[in-house]
Nanobody
Framework: QVQLAESGGGLVQAGASLRLSCAVT????????MGWFRQAPGMERQFVAA????????EYTDSVKGRFTISRDNAENTMFLQMNSLKPEDTAVYYC???????????????????WGQGTQVTVSS
């Protein structure tokens, strides 16, 4: 059974940094794409970034480009999201997600990912 476990959230001031981790067990990721989504209260779940495991190709939503970096550790089956220059509008629950069999176009809609972590809260104060 596939399990995704996020960690690394917290409460920080604007301008600070956080690093989220998502550890995956129960499945090899060679043919997969993994993504980060976030959901603020009263809002729909929003795509943040994704990485294609086979070649490390990445995609970002415009609002985080230049501030966030997605990466992976093949040996540890773990994905990361380095978040720098955080803003209050980045406040949300952050979820990692797995698109199990995708070595093609990176998907940016949540309903195209099959497995999800439990989420980790990121709060940025002004």
């Amino acid at each position: 059974q596939v399990q995704l476990a996020e960690s690394g959230g917290g409460l920080v001031q604007a301008g600070a940094s956080l690093r989220l981790s998502c550890a995956v067990t129960g499945r090899t990721l060679s043919w997969s794409t993994m993504g980060w989504f976030r959901q603020a209260p009263g809002m729909e779940r929003q795509f943040v970034a994704a990485i294609r495991w086979i070649d490390g190709h990445t995609e970002y939503t415009d609002s985080v480009k230049g501030r966030f970096t997605i990466s992976r550790d093949n040996a540890e089956n773990t994905m990361f999201l380095q978040m720098n220059s955080l803003k209050p509008e980045d406040t949300a629950v952050y979820y990692c997600a797995l698109d199990r069999l995708n070595i093609g176009i990176v998907k940016t809609t949540s309903n195209e990912y099959q497995d999800w972590g439990q989420g980790t809260q990121v709060t940025v104060s002004s």
